[in-house]
């Protein structure tokens, strides 16, 4: 059995078969009367669905670890933890089908940091600019490592 682009990465897949559907419906290929452009735009909206699902998962990764970093409070610890995991695991699964996008995550960090940064802010009642501006740890040391956790406060 041979391994394919779809099989080895999921979001190149994708952008590459919305390009050759729009190659195909510009080379007479509309008599079959297919929809070929809107079929390409589906198609791309997959790759799209990914990096959101990346940026919604790193955002929620680094508002549990900002919780766990600006926090004592003992009970909720736990389930921000149990979070923390659930995030980079999932991470880690579009990264691994889709290696493609495995420098997304840097792209978007300052963005999923921003985000985040203000929902703990507001979530943990403090003041306005209390967390740093840019996000306080390292993308692949830190944040994506599953063994790292930030000290507790």
């Not at 990914?50 to 670890?65: D, G, P």
């Not at 919780?67 to 991470?91: I, M, Y």
């Not at 501006?133 to 599953?146: A, G, H, M, R, Y």
Request: proline residues 7%; aromatic residues 6%.
């Amino acid at each position: 059995m041979s391994t394919t682009l779809y099989d080895t990465d999921f979001n190149a897949w994708t952008l590459d078969q919305a390009a050759r559907l729009r190659q195909a419906g510009g080379s007479g290929a509309k008599a079959s009367g297919l929809d070929w452009d809107n079929i390409a735009e589906e198609i791309e909206s997959m790759a799209r669905s990914e990096r959101s699902e990346i940026e919604n998962r790193l955002t929620q990764l680094l508002f549990h670890l900002a919780k766990l970093a600006w926090c004592a409070d003992q009970p909720p610890r736990r389930g921000w933890k149990v979070t923390v995991n659930e995030q980079r695991r999932g991470l880690q699964r579009v990264l691994t089908a889709s290696p493609s996008l495995r420098h997304h995550p840097a792209t978007i960090l300052a963005d999923c940091w921003a985000t985040a940064r203000d929902r703990t802010e507001a979530d943990l009642n403090l003041p306005e600019n209390t967390l740093p501006e840019t996000c306080p740890w390292s993308l692949d040391d830190q944040v994506l490592n599953q063994a790292w956790l930030p000290p507790s406060p």
